[in-house]
């Protein structure tokens, strides 16, 4: 690949420039967290509008050409792809303008005993784990799965296969979790890991959230000051969490205070759905179809094309059959054109505050966290 229209950075017109893309690799998941999915219900993406692998390989390819350094795979559950350890692979081997992006990856831990070791051999840079509880019984509350003892594992599998630094995500939820933020920041403190709080944000499928139940960013920091001393560090960049030293470091504590004190002005992230859609904010209400564009139509490969029948599954991770595809040059021309198209409608920021704010038609699980 080569010519100007590959090597022109991706600038919004913020003056951003974008430099992460996160690849949500399905909308499936085998936990039901309350503040993401709705626990029966679920109104899953078609099998048949899935990305296969090579064609995510082909979007991030075209995307760390024009100046993606860092990739992050998330979903729903980004383990349950089957071909999990192989996208990894491919993705790491990318070269762009900058050399090959970073691949790190948000999950619930549970596949991670069996996949840490592969993940990190075939170039995974470290890991982002969810675990908004210690407690077995409340796990299962939040999560409607008792996996509290699995979950572990695979943090302790993360950490064992050199994963690092290892990252601990909760969300921090009023009376139900928000007593537990020292205890959770001890447990990584004592193991090497950073522990960091998500504000809850408006994602939830079942659109119940609400600003007044929120747990802010200010309420984290005063009950871990009660029980650490923290200092600012300073030097964010584009990081969503505010990091502070735990009792002089080196330790750290961070805060996603996407609600209270948004990171909008500094923000370098895209999104890509599983079902071939380019994002440019999680709040996006519209999207840019790259889907179509790999597929030389607006028509989707259907279910029998794809070899399934009615109530059958197909594997997460196949690859739908070859179709006549447009020359390839072309494709890549659309594609970053696809990619500018879709930063050009990005908006200063999020304006979750705004009264005229709409929470999007997509839950977190099929958007990508
Ligand atoms: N299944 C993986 C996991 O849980 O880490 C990856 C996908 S999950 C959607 C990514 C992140 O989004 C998790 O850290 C989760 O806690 C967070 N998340 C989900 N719904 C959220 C919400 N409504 N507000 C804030 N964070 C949310
Ligand atoms: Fe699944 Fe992650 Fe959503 Fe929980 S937060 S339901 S683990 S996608």
Known sequence: MGGSVMSEQLVDRFGRVHRDLRISLTDRCSLRCTYCMPAEGVPWLARSTMLSTEEIVHVARVGVSLGITEIRLTGGEPLL??????????????????????????TNALRLPGLASDLKDAGLSRVNISLDTLDRAKFLELTRRDKLVETLAGIAAADAAGLHPVKINAVAMRGVNDDEVVALTRFAVDRGYQMRFIEQMPLDAGHTWDRAEMVTQAEILERLRSAFRLEEVPGRGAAPAELWTVDGGPATVGVIASVTAPFCGACDRLRLTADGQLRACLFSQTETNVRDLLRGSSDAPDAAALGIGPGQALRVGATAPPRPAPAAVDVDTALADAYRRCLAGKKAGHDIDDPSFLQPDRPMSAIGG
């Open 81 to 106: 792809r089957v071909d999990i350890v192989d996208v990894v692979r491919r993705l790491t081997a990318l070269t762009g303008p900058a050399g090959s992006p970073e691949v790190s990856l948000t």
